[in-house]
Protein backbone atom coordinates (compact mmCIF):
# COMPACT_ATOMS: atom_id res chain seq x y z
CA UNK A 1 0.00 0.00 0.00
CA UNK A 2 1.27 3.74 -0.82
CA UNK A 3 1.97 6.34 1.94
CA UNK A 4 3.97 9.30 2.35
CA UNK A 5 5.93 10.40 4.96
CA UNK A 6 7.23 13.79 5.97
CA UNK A 7 9.51 13.09 8.79
CA UNK A 8 9.72 17.44 9.53
CA UNK A 9 6.38 18.96 11.40
CA UNK A 10 7.62 22.18 11.52
CA UNK A 11 10.75 24.28 9.49
CA UNK A 12 11.85 27.56 10.69
CA UNK A 13 14.32 29.02 7.77
CA UNK A 14 15.34 32.95 7.61
CA UNK A 15 13.90 35.14 4.92
CA UNK A 16 16.22 34.93 2.35
CA UNK A 17 18.10 31.37 3.52
CA UNK A 18 17.40 28.04 0.81
CA UNK A 19 15.23 25.45 1.75
CA UNK A 20 14.35 21.61 1.40
CA UNK A 21 11.25 20.22 2.90
CA UNK A 22 11.71 15.99 3.04
CA UNK A 23 9.08 13.89 1.39
CA UNK A 24 9.32 9.66 1.44
CA UNK A 25 7.10 7.56 -0.28
CA UNK A 26 6.28 3.89 -0.55
CA UNK A 27 4.70 2.74 -3.88
CA UNK A 28 4.40 -0.64 -5.40
CA UNK A 29 4.76 1.42 -9.00
CA UNK A 30 6.17 4.48 -10.66
CA UNK A 31 4.72 6.94 -8.32
CA UNK A 32 2.74 9.91 -9.69
CA UNK A 33 4.55 12.93 -6.68
CA UNK A 34 2.93 15.82 -5.99
CA UNK A 35 3.51 19.17 -3.65
CA UNK A 36 0.69 21.42 -2.36
CA UNK A 37 0.55 24.77 -0.20
CA UNK A 38 -2.15 25.33 1.70
CA UNK A 39 -1.81 28.88 3.47
CA UNK A 40 -3.97 29.72 6.66
CA UNK A 41 -7.59 29.53 5.83
CA UNK A 42 -7.22 28.27 2.54
CA UNK A 43 -7.59 24.87 0.14
CA UNK A 44 -4.18 23.56 -1.19
CA UNK A 45 -2.84 24.45 -4.22
CA UNK A 46 -0.78 22.22 -6.17
CA UNK A 47 3.18 23.31 -6.54
CA UNK A 48 4.45 20.85 -9.17
CA UNK A 49 4.06 17.41 -10.02
CA UNK A 50 6.18 14.08 -11.28
CA UNK A 51 4.58 11.45 -13.50
CA UNK A 52 8.00 10.68 -15.43
CA UNK A 53 10.84 11.74 -17.61
CA UNK A 54 13.16 14.58 -16.13
CA UNK A 55 13.48 13.71 -12.40
CA UNK A 56 13.86 17.76 -11.54
CA UNK A 57 10.82 19.54 -12.04
CA UNK A 58 9.92 22.37 -11.75
CA UNK A 59 6.76 24.46 -10.54
CA UNK A 60 5.36 27.62 -9.42
CA UNK A 61 6.59 30.59 -6.90
CA UNK A 62 10.32 29.20 -7.44
CA UNK A 63 9.92 25.62 -6.20
CA UNK A 64 11.81 22.49 -7.61
CA UNK A 65 12.11 19.16 -6.39
CA UNK A 66 13.89 16.19 -7.28
CA UNK A 67 12.77 12.52 -7.88
CA UNK A 68 15.27 10.00 -6.22
CA UNK A 69 13.97 6.24 -7.13
CA UNK A 70 17.11 5.00 -5.30
CA UNK A 71 15.79 6.62 -1.87
CA UNK A 72 12.12 7.18 -2.44
CA UNK A 73 12.02 10.75 -2.09
CA UNK A 74 10.63 13.71 -3.73
CA UNK A 75 11.70 16.58 -1.43
CA UNK A 76 10.86 20.10 -2.31
CA UNK A 77 13.59 22.96 -2.98
CA UNK A 78 13.47 26.45 -2.65
CA UNK A 79 17.02 28.78 -3.19
CA UNK A 80 16.18 31.48 -1.37
CA UNK A 81 12.55 31.79 0.92
CA UNK A 82 10.49 34.44 0.84
CA UNK A 83 8.34 35.54 3.86
CA UNK A 84 4.98 34.61 1.89
CA UNK A 85 5.96 31.15 1.69
CA UNK A 86 5.32 31.03 5.08
CA UNK A 87 2.50 28.20 4.72
CA UNK A 88 2.01 24.23 5.21
CA UNK A 89 3.31 21.70 2.58
CA UNK A 90 1.83 18.68 2.11
CA UNK A 91 3.66 15.76 -0.16
CA UNK A 92 1.25 13.35 -2.05
CA UNK A 93 2.03 9.99 -3.97
CA UNK A 94 -0.74 8.39 -6.49
CA UNK A 95 -3.59 9.21 -8.02
CA UNK A 96 -7.14 9.52 -7.57
CA UNK A 97 -8.85 7.29 -5.35
CA UNK A 98 -5.32 5.91 -4.07
CA UNK A 99 -3.67 9.20 -3.59
CA UNK A 100 -2.20 9.71 -0.20
CA UNK A 101 -1.24 12.83 1.34
CA UNK A 102 1.74 13.39 4.16
CA UNK A 103 1.03 14.49 7.44
CA UNK A 104 3.04 18.32 6.21
CA UNK A 105 5.31 19.86 7.39
CA UNK A 106 5.07 23.96 8.41
CA UNK A 107 6.92 26.83 7.38
CA UNK A 108 8.39 29.68 9.40
CA UNK A 109 9.52 32.28 7.63
CA UNK A 110 12.22 34.67 9.91
CA UNK A 111 12.75 37.96 8.54
CA UNK B 1 -11.38 29.87 -15.40
CA UNK B 2 -13.36 29.23 -12.16
CA UNK B 3 -11.75 27.11 -9.59
CA UNK B 4 -13.23 24.58 -6.93
CA UNK B 5 -15.88 26.92 -4.91
CA UNK B 6 -16.95 25.58 -1.51
CA UNK B 7 -20.19 27.45 1.09
CA UNK B 8 -20.23 28.03 3.32
CA UNK B 9 -16.91 28.93 4.22
CA UNK B 10 -17.38 29.14 7.83
CA UNK B 11 -20.51 27.26 9.86
CA UNK B 12 -21.01 27.35 13.10
CA UNK B 13 -23.81 25.02 14.67
CA UNK B 14 -24.89 23.45 17.73
CA UNK B 15 -23.92 19.40 18.62
CA UNK B 16 -27.24 17.57 17.75
CA UNK B 17 -27.67 19.78 14.23
CA UNK B 18 -27.34 18.44 10.98
CA UNK B 19 -25.35 20.29 8.57
CA UNK B 20 -24.91 20.70 4.69
CA UNK B 21 -21.72 21.67 2.77
CA UNK B 22 -21.44 22.57 -0.42
CA UNK B 23 -18.93 21.98 -3.50
CA UNK B 24 -19.09 23.23 -6.80
CA UNK B 25 -15.68 21.06 -8.98
CA UNK B 26 -14.57 22.89 -11.83
CA UNK B 27 -16.60 21.98 -15.09
CA UNK B 28 -15.53 19.27 -16.76
CA UNK B 29 -13.92 16.95 -13.70
CA UNK B 30 -15.09 13.83 -13.75
CA UNK B 31 -14.04 13.31 -10.03
CA UNK B 32 -15.01 15.17 -6.76
CA UNK B 33 -12.90 14.06 -3.71
CA UNK B 34 -14.17 15.19 -0.04
CA UNK B 35 -11.78 15.03 2.79
CA UNK B 36 -11.57 16.22 5.98
CA UNK B 37 -8.67 18.30 7.76
CA UNK B 38 -8.30 18.23 11.40
CA UNK B 39 -6.34 21.07 13.16
CA UNK B 40 -2.80 20.21 12.61
CA UNK B 41 -3.80 17.12 10.91
CA UNK B 42 -3.48 15.60 7.68
CA UNK B 43 -5.84 14.87 4.93
CA UNK B 44 -8.31 12.79 5.65
CA UNK B 45 -9.98 11.04 2.43
CA UNK B 46 -13.67 10.61 2.47
CA UNK B 47 -15.68 9.75 -0.12
CA UNK B 48 -14.99 9.76 -4.03
CA UNK B 49 -17.35 10.13 -6.97
CA UNK B 50 -16.40 9.28 -10.20
CA UNK B 51 -18.69 10.58 -13.27
CA UNK B 52 -21.95 8.08 -12.90
CA UNK B 53 -20.36 5.37 -11.26
CA UNK B 54 -21.05 4.59 -7.27
CA UNK B 55 -19.50 6.33 -4.83
CA UNK B 56 -16.40 5.33 -2.94
CA UNK B 57 -17.62 5.71 0.81
CA UNK B 58 -15.16 3.46 2.23
CA UNK B 59 -13.55 7.03 4.10
CA UNK B 60 -16.95 7.96 5.58
CA UNK B 61 -16.27 8.06 9.50
CA UNK B 62 -19.56 7.13 10.63
CA UNK B 63 -23.37 6.52 9.08
CA UNK B 64 -23.79 9.93 10.22
CA UNK B 65 -22.03 11.06 7.37
CA UNK B 66 -23.78 10.90 3.65
CA UNK B 67 -22.67 12.67 0.04
CA UNK B 68 -24.68 13.04 -3.06
CA UNK B 69 -23.42 14.53 -6.73
CA UNK B 70 -26.30 15.18 -8.49
CA UNK B 71 -26.21 15.74 -12.12
CA UNK B 72 -22.02 14.92 -11.98
CA UNK B 73 -21.36 18.08 -11.04
CA UNK B 74 -22.63 19.91 -7.51
CA UNK B 75 -21.95 18.48 -4.53
CA UNK B 76 -23.20 17.98 -1.22
CA UNK B 77 -21.86 16.45 2.01
CA UNK B 78 -24.69 16.09 4.74
CA UNK B 79 -23.66 15.61 8.47
CA UNK B 80 -26.04 14.86 11.02
CA UNK B 81 -26.49 15.03 14.13
CA UNK B 82 -23.42 16.48 14.67
CA UNK B 83 -20.88 15.70 17.41
CA UNK B 84 -17.85 18.33 18.82
CA UNK B 85 -15.37 15.96 16.84
CA UNK B 86 -16.56 16.44 13.52
CA UNK B 87 -15.25 20.10 14.10
CA UNK B 88 -12.91 20.24 11.11
CA UNK B 89 -11.88 21.84 7.66
CA UNK B 90 -13.89 20.45 4.83
CA UNK B 91 -12.23 20.56 1.47
CA UNK B 92 -13.70 19.53 -2.04
CA UNK B 93 -11.38 18.51 -4.84
CA UNK B 94 -12.18 17.72 -8.60
CA UNK B 95 -10.18 16.34 -11.13
CA UNK B 96 -10.23 15.20 -14.66
CA UNK B 97 -6.98 13.11 -14.58
CA UNK B 98 -4.23 12.83 -12.06
CA UNK B 99 -3.94 16.31 -10.44
CA UNK B 100 -6.40 17.19 -7.65
CA UNK B 101 -7.62 20.69 -7.13
CA UNK B 102 -8.82 22.08 -4.40
CA UNK B 103 -11.40 24.12 -2.90
CA UNK B 104 -11.03 26.63 0.05
CA UNK B 105 -12.43 24.43 2.35
CA UNK B 106 -15.46 24.93 5.08
CA UNK B 107 -14.40 25.46 8.77
CA UNK B 108 -17.10 23.65 10.62
CA UNK B 109 -17.62 24.13 14.37
CA UNK B 110 -19.82 22.41 16.39
CA UNK B 111 -20.35 23.94 19.71
Known amino acids: AQSVTQPDIHITVSEGASLELRCNYS??????LFWYVQSPGQGLQLLLK??????LVQGIKGFEAEFKRSQSSFNLRKPSVHWSDAAEYFC?????????FGAGTRLTVKP | GAGVSQSPSNKVTEKGKDVELRCDPI?????LYWYRQSLGQGLEFLIY????????KSGLPSDRFSAERTGGSVSTLTIQRTQQEDSAVYLC?????????FGPGTRLTVT
Open chain 2, 93 to 101: ASSIQREQY
Open chain 1, 27 to 32: YGATPY
Open chain 1, 50 to 55: YFSGDT
Open chain 1, 92 to 100: AVGAGIDMR
Open chain 2, 27 to 31: SGHTA
Open chain 2, 49 to 56: FQGNSAPD
